[in-house]
Nanobody, 123 residues
Framework: QVQLVESGGGLVQPGGSLRLSCAASGDIININSMAWYRQAPGKQRELVALLGLRGETTYSDSVKGRFTIAGDAANNTAVYLQMNTLKPEDTAVYYC????????????????WGQGTQVTVSS
């Protein structure tokens, strides 16, 4: 079994910053990628940022230049999302996502999701 646990959400004023954290634990051989998605009320879940196996990053156009995704240099089972210059339209539930190779299914990496953390940007 694999668990992804997120933390760091909350209420922040426009222009403020928040840092989200996600830690993976369990039956892990290797993590192929870790990402952050978000889902606002009435909208589809969308990719915010992705960190690949070799450290490559991908961002949605709406967050480029404001958000930064990074892994933990000492622990490659954690990922962070630094969110700066937050806007009301960034309000959403943010989900951690990972593609993980496990000891129980070493040939078939699977996708895992965290429980989500609420980010609200409002004055």
């Amino acid at each position: 079994q694999v668990q992804l646990v997120e933390s760091g959400g909350g209420l922040v004023q426009p222009g403020g910053s928040l840092r989200l954290s996600c830690a993976a634990s369990g039956d892990i051989i290797n993590i192929n990628s870790m990402a952050w998605y978000r889902q606002a009320p009435g909208k589809q879940r969308e990719l915010v940022a992705l960190l690949g196996l070799r450290g490559e990053t991908t961002y949605s156009d709406s967050v480029k230049g404001r958000f930064t995704i990074a892994g933990d240099a000492a622990n490659n089972t954690a990922v962070y999302l630094q969110m700066n210059t937050l806007k009301p339209e960034d309000t959403a539930v943010y989900y951690c996502n990972a593609i993980i190779q496990t000891w129980s299914a070493p040939r078939h990496p699977s996708e895992y999701w965290g429980q989500g953390t609420q980010v609200t940007v409002s004055s």
